[in-house]
């Protein structure tokens, strides 16, 4: 049945209304068009498989001596042994945990994961934070317990943001001492901040053999150019974050992005395999599906969808961000913590992850009476309104 439009006739109401319709849908089409362009122009080409089954689904870990398949396993949110196991038995060979995830129960976790048999079958890496020597080596010595492993294959310096942190004097010290003792085999680094430096630090420096950067199909350019770099140079580069922050998608989709997400990072010859999180088999079931896999039109309108439902609130942990707050707020770590809890759906690491920065006042908690926010974010998100919320709900 027709509506009148108050103040109109049915003809002149139902012109407009076809009017502001089409308008709508071309509005909607330009939209959608633009999102295409962009990640069709951001999209690194893909790496063509070869024939046959199993096509391109392991790869050379820079100078480790490590190959890998290209879809690891990211243990950080993993309760379940049994997810992990289910996984290597599916050709799943990297496992990557940290001793502060679950507040270290995690390592536990992964340890009894890799009982009967299954530690051989993987590269194991784990992480620590700078620190003095001492303390350094006896947090690795400590996770060595936890894994009930003799020995860690990388060892990852967690969560560096600077070439002044690649080049830290307690953290080279403490890790040449571990590789001579035969504890780890090989260190790297991790990055959610200043990426492109760390990674081209890493590449310059040259004694961190890996780097485990956050990189997905919202990532910058820079970035991008900076990982196929680092492994034509040799670094092992491994992709987190590689889902964009895995947000759900509408009930009965028949298109779910993650399989394409992660087809979009392999595109990037420079990645060598991947950790999303994973914590059932079906979610294991659905990743694998990427290996081999070739970044194609339907990925990328299936991306280009997801896109427009989280660009409003999916930070890309570029770091442009960084320094601009006049009140010293870790914005993209605010955000990270936020979409740990509505993306992740992971409630407890979001508290953590937040109200650590309460320790350091890097907090949102001048959001909420600032005048006006200083921040410009290169994907235009409104970062006020989007800390505040991860405030009141995390703080």
């Not at 689904?57 to 309760?79: E, P, Q």
């Not at 006049?326 to 979001?350: C, I, K, M």
Request: hydrophobic share 40%; glycine share 12%; aromatic share 6%.
């Amino acid at each position: 049945m027709n509506e009148k439009i108050p103040g109109g006739g049915n003809g002149c109401g139902n012109g407009r209304r076809r009017f502001l319709k089409a308008a709508g849908m071309a509005a909607a089409a330009v939209a959608a068009q633009s999102l295409l362009s962009r990640l069709a122009a951001a999209a690194s080409p893909p790496v063509a498989p070869a024939a046959g089954p199993g096509a391109d689904t392991s790869r050379i870990l820079g100078g480790t001596g490590f190959r890998v398949a290209t879809i690891g396993f990211g243990a950080m949110t993993t309760r379940d042994p049994d997810v992990i196991r289910y996984a290597i038995d599916r050709g799943v060979d990297y496992v990557d945990t940290a001793d502060c995830y679950m507040g270290g129960e995690n390592e536990r976790i992964v340890g009894r994961a890799l009982e009967g048999g299954y530690r051989a079958k993987v590269v194991l890496a784990t992480k620590v934070h700078i620190a003095p020597p001492d303390k350094m080596i006896a947090s690795v010595e400590n996770s060595l317990r936890s894994l009930k492993v003799d020995v860690i294959d990388i060892m990852q310096l967690h969560g560096i943001s600077s070439e002044g942190e690649v080049l830290d004097g307690n953290a080279r010290e403490a890790l040449s001492k571990l590789i001579g003792q035969g504890k780890i085999k090989v260190a790297g680094v991790t990055t959610h901040g200043g990426q492109e430096t760390v990674v081209r630090a890493v590449m310059k420096h040259g004694f961190y053999k890996t780097v485990l950067v956050s990189y997905n199909f919202r990532s910058e350019a820079a970035l991008t150019g900076a990982i196929r770099e680092a492994g034509e140079a040799g670094v092992g580069v491994i992709g987190m974050k590689t889902q964009a922050g895995g947000y759900p998608v509408a009930a009965g989709s028949a298109l779910s992005p993650h399989p394409a997400a992660l087809a979009w990072v392999l595109g990037n010859p420079g990645v060598a395999t991947t950790i999303p999180a994973m914590v059932s088999f079906a979610q294991v079931d659905e990743n694998i599906t990427a290996r081999g896999k070739r970044f194609g039109w339907l990925d990328r309108k299936t991306l280009a969808r997801y896109e427009a439902l989280i660009g409003d609130r999916h930070c890309t942990l570029c770091g442009v961000c960084s320094g601009h707050c006049p009140n010293g707020v870790d914005v993209s770590a605010v955000l990270r913590s936020l979409t740990y809890a509505e993306g992740y759906g992971q409630e407890t690491l979001a508290r953590e992850t937040y109200r650590a920065l309460g320790e350091i006042d890097r907090s949102a908690a001048a959001c909420g009476s600032c005048g006006g926010c200083a921040v410009r974010c290169r994907v235009a998100l409104d970062v006020r309104s989007l800390a505040s919320r991860a405030h009141a709900a995390l703080s």
